[in-house]
């Protein structure tokens, strides 16, 4: 899960260099994955109104889905 919120972030930002993930559990047995971009980037990854964050959730949840998992995604400043 991790690999594909970086391949999709790095694709939307101009610094992908920049572009970092970790993971972690959670108790309930959930993923969470954070992301961390440049400080200029912050908009193109959060979209207008949200779009591009929520865009990226679903297709999160969605190939988590197929792997019977469930997981998160943070993005962090």
């Known amino acids: ?3 594909l ?3 999709i972030a790095s694709k939307l930002v101009d610094a992908p260099e920049q572009v970092s993930t970790s993971e972690r559990a959670g108790e309930d047995g959930s993923m969470t ?13 959060i979209g207008k ?3 591009t964050a929520r865009s990226i959730r679903t297709v999160l949840a969605a190939a988590a889905e197929k792997q019977e998992k ?4 943070e993005i962090i400043e």
């Not at 469930?70 to 995604?73: E, P, V, Y």
């Open 33 to 45: 994955v954070e992301l961390r971009v440049a400080k200029e980037d912050l908009g193109k990854i």
């Open 5 to 7: 919120v970086s391949f």
């Open 70 to 73: 469930r997981c998160r995604l």
């Open 1 to 3: 899960m991790q690999n």
């Open 49 to 51: 109104q949200g779009r």
